[in-house]
């Protein structure tokens, strides 16, 4: 077995029922208008069939802190306390807004790492940068302009700026960003929420679309999608947006005394590194849950960045009870 490949490889598909069960759960409510609703569900079903799982695990990135949440929340242990140490990073319902508007690419999320290797990253804001594959290492940067940026990008494909589309969550405090991105002739994609989503979309450009993503989302959700990326190949960098001096010791009580660090897609999720989605509405990569008069079938992509597998995986569920259907 090589060298970087220390989790155990059961875990690939095993990974997949826990994303699954949760984009279940969240689905059978979705388009109800109910944030809470749907978001209690997926991390209810997470939880149940994580502590199925073979693994010693650890949420390092989760709902929050014990007291604020009261279920997979950061330190809390999971799984049947055999087989591997695993760190866990988790988000059961990524895009609770678009999910109970039933709009594009709410996903139910969560990556396997070795013990140690996630940024144990506070619950603030990132700066992120994010694109796919083939690119020079370093291409795109945050110590570089978002023109620079995007001019960059676009030589390096062999095209115009205008055959650029960036991702942006709309935002207010985006306003300047977009602005300077239009300047360079680039397109944006403006998403309401799902930022973990778009990152992802950024390794296959013509599949999704999206070819670079940028801006200002979730500390969390730039964790789990900087694991994500090192498995599917890419490059991203963070910048946690610790700007009081309560999230400065917040940060530092979690081992971060550099506040203003930029921190590498490796950075954030190193070693070998599982990592699962599974959508809950239609997206641009994952097909939402679909519910029949006896069956439920899912979309899930499973990867691992020790081997650079990439799977997906339909599933069609019979045993409803399972998933709490009557
Ligand atoms: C993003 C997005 C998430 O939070 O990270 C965003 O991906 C950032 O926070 O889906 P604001 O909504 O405060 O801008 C979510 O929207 C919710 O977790
Ligand atoms: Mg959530
Ligand atoms: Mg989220």
Redesign the pocket.
């Known amino acids: 077995m090589a060298e970087n490949r220390r989790l155990d490889r059961i875990l690939t598909l095993e990974i997949a029922r826990v994303t699954e069960a949760a984009a279940v759960a969240a689905a059978r409510v979705r388009g109800r208008g109910d944030e809470m609703l749907a978001d209690q569900a997926a991390v209810d079903a997470m939880r149940t069939e994580l502590n199925r799982l073979p693994i010693d695990g650890k949420i390092v990135i989760g709902e929050g802190e014990r007291d604020e949440a009261p279920m997979l929340f950061i330190g809390e242990e999971v799984g049947t306390k055999t087989g591997d140490a695993v760190d866990i990073a988790l988000?059961p319902l990524?895009?609770?807004?678009i999910c109970a508007k039933n709009l594009p690419n709410a996903l139910a999320v969560i990556a396997f790492a070795e013990k140690g290797s996630l940024l144990n990253a506070p619950d603030v804001?990132m700066e992120k940068i994010a694109i796919g594959p083939g690119f020079q290492p370093g291409l795109v940067s945050l110590r570089k302009t978002p023109t620079q940026n995007i001019e960059a990008l676009a030589e390096a494909r062999g095209v115009k700026p205008d055959r650029i589309t960036a991702c942006i969550?709309d935002?207010s405090r985006h306003s300047a960003l977009i602005q300077e991105v239009r300047a360079t002739g680039a397109a944006i994609r403006l998403i309401g929420?799902?930022?973990?989503a778009?990152v992802i979309h950024t390794a296959d450009p013509e599949e999704t679309g999206v070819d670079i993503y940028m801006g200002?989302?979730?500390a969390p959700?730039g964790v789990l999608a900087a694991a994500a990326l090192r498995c599917i190949g890419g490059q991203m960098e963070g910048r946690l947006i610790l700007d009081s001096k309560e999230k400065v010791e917040r940060a530092a009580r979690m081992g971060i005394s550099d506040p203003e660090r930029i921190y590498s897609m490796e950075e954030m999720a190193s070693g070998d590194v599982i990592f699962a989605a599974t959508g809950v509405t239609d997206g641009n990569m994952l097909e939402g849950v679909a519910f029949g008069p006896d069956r439920i079938e899912t979309h899930t992509v499973v990867m691992r960045s020790s081997t650079g597998t990439v799977r997906e995986i339909r599933a069609r569920h019979t045993d409803l009870a399972k998933f709490g259907e009557t």
């Open positions: 988000d990524e895009g609770t807004t804001y969550l935002r929420d799902g930022d973990v778009g200002i989302g979730g959700e």
